[in-house]
């Protein structure tokens, strides 16, 4: 069974350029997740879609931050500006759906801002 | 809200030495409780689960019991190997509902294992 991918795996740009990464998760999996993983620091749910739709976001900065998840498979998250405290891993994760306990996480898109 | 809190690291040992990563809880409800492995280059790996109290998670030679009365849930191993060495979080999942169903993390130990 292919596990979550996600791209790129590096990415590094300047402070106040776009960025935007890629997942695909499990194949049958309705949830997924995007973390944020500060160096030092254990993920933080940025926003979780069940299907296509929206979960809980509460924790995402939705004036720079943004992601969506078109026909409930693929996901993308963009950051628009980018700070330099965004410098992380951002992680995607999927389950099977949102009540099950077991997210399968994908290795992460290191992201560099400079 | 919920929170995990972590044996600081990083913490080196010898092969076979015994491991022990402290992690206590804060948490509304009777929350899942979770040890996640990562190794170098990967991504979060879950390793041994408990979903109620008393129960004991174990996989791959580690151990974890689910203690309510000291709201703990230390990992344990009692002959640790080179392969193990990697990033460990404690992590819980309340079973109440809206947002409080997300993972908290704690803030990962870092294991080194020297042959």
């Known amino acids: 069974e292919a596990g979550v991918a996600q791209s790129p795996r590096y990415k590094i740009i300047e402070k106040r350029q776009s960025v935007a990464f890629w997942c695909n998760p499990i194949?049958?999996?309705?949830?997924l997740y995007w973390y944020q993983q500060i160096l030092g620091q254990g993920p933080k749910l940025l926003i979780q879609f069940q299907n296509n739709g929206v979960v809980d976001d509460s924790q995402l900065p939705k004036d720079r931050f943004s992601a969506e998840r078109l026909k409930g498979v693929d996901s993308t998250l963009k950051i628009q500006p980018a700070k330099l405290e965004d410098s992380a891993v951002y992680l995607c994760?999927?389950?099977?759906?949102?009540?099950?306990?077991?997210?399968?996480f994908g290795p992460g898109t290191r992201l560099l801002v400079l | 809200g919920n929170s995990v809190t972590q044996m600081e690291g990083p913490v080196t040992l010898s092969e076979e030495a015994f491991l022990t990563i402290n992690c206590t809880y804060t948490?509304?409800?009777?929350?899942?409780l979770f040890w996640y492995v990562q190794y170098p280059g990967e991504g979060l790996q879950l390793l041994l689960k408990a979903t109620k109290a008393d129960d004991k998670g174990s996989n791959k030679g580690f151990e974890a019991t689910y203690r309510k009365e000291t709201t703990s849930f230390h990992l344990e191993k009692g002959s640790v190997q080179v392969s193990d060495s990697a990033v460990y979080f404690c992590?819980?999942?309340?079973?109440?509902?809206?947002?409080?169903?997300?993972?908290?993390f704690g803030s990962g130990t870092q294991l080194t294992v020297l042959p």
């Open positions: 992590a819980l999942r309340s079973i109440s509902s809206g947002s409080a169903r997300q993972l908290t």
């Open positions: 194949s049958g999996h309705a949830t």
């Open positions: 948490a509304t409800g009777y929350p899942s």
């Open positions: 994760a999927s389950s099977v759906d949102r009540d099950r306990a077991h997210e399968y």
